[in-house]
C-alpha cells in the first residue's frame, strides 16, 4: 500500500507541475507500472441535448487521433461506454469480442486499434457540473490479456485519484493562463486534438467556425499554426501559438476592430488595386505626401507592411 501512497502524491504533485498535455502522459506512465495496458485515453466531454457527447479535450497514450474519429462515426452503440455511464464511480473491464459479437463495425473498429481489453473509470456525477464526464480508458492489445481482478481493484483505487489530479491540472493551468481582453488559452498536440480547451476558448472558435466542434482544431486553422509565423487572423479571432515540446500553446482572442477614418477606408482601397501615390492623390484630390501619410497609418492600423499585404487583408475586415 505504501507504494500505491507513493503514486497517488506522485500524481498530485505533477498537476501542480505539468501542463495538462504533460500531466496526462507523465499520469498514464505512472499507471502503467501498475496495472500494464497498452493504450489509453484521457476524455473530458459534455453531454448536450439528453444524449450527445461532444468531446472538449482529449489525450491519446499509444493511439492516433484518428481513433477517436473512427469512434464518432461508428452507428451502432458504444456499449462498454453505457455500461460504464450506468456503474459512474466504478472501475469496470470489458473484452471487445464478448461485448461486441453483434456489432461487426465495433469488431473491426478494436481489431484496426488493437483493442481486445477494456478497463474504464467514469466518476460519479459532479453536483456543480453535472453534464460534464471525465473517462479514462485502458486498453490492452493480446486477446490472450484480459484484465484481472486485481486490475480492477488497484484501478478503483488510483484511477479516481488520476482524475481529480487531472482537474487541478487544467484548473491551475486555466489560472495562469488568464490574460486580459477575453484572451484565453488552449493546448493542441502538433496534429490538431485539444488537449485544454476551456468553454471560452470554444465559444471563441465557433465565432470563426460556427459548425465546429472539439476536440480537433479547425483544419484551416491548423494549417496557419504549423507554419512559420504561427499566427491565425480570421474574420472573428485572431490566434497566436507557441511550441512546447510537441504540443501547441494557443492565445485566442477577438479580433480588435479595425478604426479607420472614411479618408483612410478611400486610401486603402484604391492602394490595395494597385493604384501608386500620384495616382490616388489624383483621383481624390490630395497631395501625392497626404496620400503617403494616411496609407502609412493605414499600414499600422492593419498590421501591415506593403501594398500587397494590405489587398490580402482589406477583404477580412470590411465587415469589421
Given at each position: ?34 496495472v500494464h495496458f497498452d493504450s489509453a485515453v484521457l476524455l473530458k466531454t459534455e453531454i448536450k441535448d439528453g444524449n450527445q457527447i461532444v ?244 499600414y499600422a492600423k492593419l498590421d501591415v507592411d506593403n501594398k500587397t499585404q494590405l489587398s490580402a487583408r482589406l477583404p477580412a475586415i470590411m465587415?469589421?
Open positions: 500500500m505504501e507504494n500505491y501512497n507513493h503514486l497517488i502524491l506522485n500524481l498530485y504533485g505533477a498537476a501542480q507541475e505539468c501542463t495538462p498535455a504533460e500531466f496526462g502522459e507523465h499520469a498514464l506512465r505512472l499507471m502503467k507500472a501498475v468531446v472538449h479535450s482529449m489525450h491519446l497514450h499509444h493511439q492516433p487521433p484518428e481513433q477517436l474519429m473512427s469512434w464518432s462515426e461508428l452507428t451502432t452503440p458504444d456499449h462498454v461506454l453505457a455500461a460504464a455511464m450506468r456503474r459512474r464511480g466504478t472501475s469496470a473491464a470489458y473484452n471487445s469480442r464478448d461485448t461486441f459479437s453483434a456489432q461487426p463495425d465495433f469488431l473491426d473498429y478494436c481489431g484496426r486499434y488493437d483493442i481486445a481489453h477494456t478497463l474504464i473509470h467514469i466518476p460519479p456525477v459532479h453536483e456543480s457540473d453535472p453534464n460534464s464526464v471525465e473517462v479514462v480508458s485502458l486498453w490492452r492489445a493480446p486477446a490472450s490479456r484480459d484484465y484481472s481482478a486485481n486490475d480492477q481493484a488497484l484501478s478503483q483505487l488510483l484511477l479516481p485519484h488520476l482524475l481529480q489530479a487531472n482537474q487541478i491540472s487544467l484548473r491551475l493551468f486555466a489560472d495562469k493562463a488568464s490574460r486580459p481582453a477575453q484572451r484565453v488559452s488552449a493546448l493542441s498536440s502538433l496534429p490538431g486534438c485539444m488537449h485544454f480547451a476551456p468553454p471560452d476558448a470554444i465559444a471563441l472558435l465557433q465565432r470563426e467556425w460556427p459548425k465546429w466542434l472539439p476536440p480537433f482544431l479547425p483544419p484551416e486553422l491548423l494549417r496557419q499554426l504549423v507554419a512559420e509565423q504561427r499566427q491565425y487572423t480570421g474574420t472573428q479571432i485572431v490566434v497566436t501559438a507557441e511550441l512546447l515540446g510537441e504540443t501547441l500553446h494557443l492565445q485566442i482572442a477577438p479580433r480588435p476592430r479595425v478604426r479607420l477614418t472614411g479618408a483612410e477606408w478611400n486610401v486603402a482601397r484604391l492602394a490595395a488595386n494597385g493604384m501608386s501615390y500620384k495616382e490616388i492623390a489624383r483621383q481624390l484630390g490630395n497631395s501625392p505626401a497626404t496620400v503617403r501619410n494616411q496609407l502609412h497609418s493605414v465587415g469589421n
